[in-house]
């Protein structure tokens, strides 16, 4: 069964209902274990201070963000798109931070979240996307599976909750 949902491009991050719904997206990835820089518990100022930087950074024009919504309008997800803005890069951009609320995942949100940041990438002029996500994560074989290329993995990338070393997987795909 696939969920009727729609995808929209914020702009900026002036919807205070918006904002709550992406706090509270963030926190639930980030306590059922994602790995998108913060350990759980996660507090709340780490929250603000998070989507603080996407709003500066979706002003600045060179951030996109994606939201997922359900059919009443609420939040089910979302994806940014970092644009490169070197001479040399303007044919990239990074996919970061896909996040899909516990209760919503695998019914397709995180599939239609990155076919729909592939398409605005695509209709920014950008040939090449990469992104890393945790070795041994649940996202490496989701990104295997939707045609994402392996390019390469770095060791002791990240220090996670448990205090260890963790290594990450670099991806990309050209569109």
């Not at 929209?8 to 719904?21: K, S």
């Not at 350990?39 to 780490?46: D, I, K, N, V």
């Not at 890069?89 to 919503?104: P, S, Y």
């Not at 290329?149 to 990450?168: C, K, M, N, Q, S």
Request: proline residues 3%; neutral net charge.
């Amino acid at each position: 069964m696939t969920m009727t949902l729609s995808i929209t491009d914020i702009p900026a991050l002036d919807d205070g209902r918006l904002r709550a719904e992406l706090e509270a997206l963030l926190e639930d990835a980030v306590n059922s274990g994602a790995s998108v820089g913060y350990h759980a518990p996660l507090a709340a100022h780490w929250k603000r201070t998070f989507w603080d930087g996407v709003a500066a950074q979706l002003s600045g024009g060179a951030h996109r963000l994606l939201i997922a919504s359900g059919p009443e309008g609420n939040l089910l997800g979302s994806v940014q798109l970092a644009l490169c803005t070197k001479p040399n890069g303007a044919h990239r951009a990074d996919v970061q931070k896909l996040l899909v609320f516990t209760h919503h995942r695998r019914s397709g949100v995180a599939r239609r979240l990155m076919e729909a940041v592939e398409d605005t990438a695509r209709g920014l002029g950008r040939s090449l996307l990469v992104l890393d996500t945790l070795k041994g994560d649940r996202g490496e074989p989701f990104y295997e599976a939707t045609g994402w290329r392996r390019a390469g993995l770095i060791p002791r990338y990240t220090v996670e909750a448990d205090g260890a070393f963790h290594d990450t997987v670099l991806f990309y795909k050209t569109l």
